[in-house]
């Protein structure tokens, strides 16, 4: 990623911050909207979920520009979703759904440029989460 494409994924997440809970019960909407199958891991209370998924959004996307930092985290996230069933062709899912999330709350700020630096954000940090390290700490 560039550093412009970090510092606009960082400043547009910053808009959907406080509304993380209302964010993530879109995401998730969305999300077993396109495969009613990934709600199975899903077990907890979405409210939580919800509110856990935007904090460790809002981690990785801080940490977008210490590769050092992010990367083993994704992994690390990566190896806990596997436990719950995740499977690596449920990232491509995951991303959709977040994609369109973003576009929904940012609307006409969520523009072609906005896009395509969170595109590759996530991008960068779903090919980490696809490695999952047999070693990598749970």
């Known amino acids: 990623m560039t550093p412009e494409q970090i510092a606009i994924v960082q400043e547009s997440f910053r808009t959907i911050a ?6 993530g019960a879109l995401f998730y909407e969305r999300l077993f909207t396109l495969d009613p ?8 209370d979405l409210g939580d979920q919800s509110r856990e998924l935007l904090n460790v959004i809002g981690q990785l996307v801080d940490a977008l520009d210490e590769p050092d930092d ?7 996230l990566g190896a806990r979703h596997a436990g719950y ?4 062709a449920d990232y491509d899912t995951l991303g959709e759904a ?7 709350i940012l609307g006409d700020d969520f523009d072609d440029e906005t896009r395509t630096a969170w595109t590759a954000a996530y991008a960068l940090l779903s090919a980490a989460m696809r490695e999952t390290p047999d070693d990598a700490p749970v």
């Open 98 to 104: 977040l994609l369109w999330t973003l576009a929904l």
């Open 18 to 23: 406080p509304i993380r809970e209302a964010a």
């Open 37 to 44: 199958a990934l709600r199975k891991p899903f077990r907890r």
């Open 70 to 76: 992010v990367l083993p985290a994704a992994r690390r």
């Open 85 to 88: 069933g995740v499977t690596p």
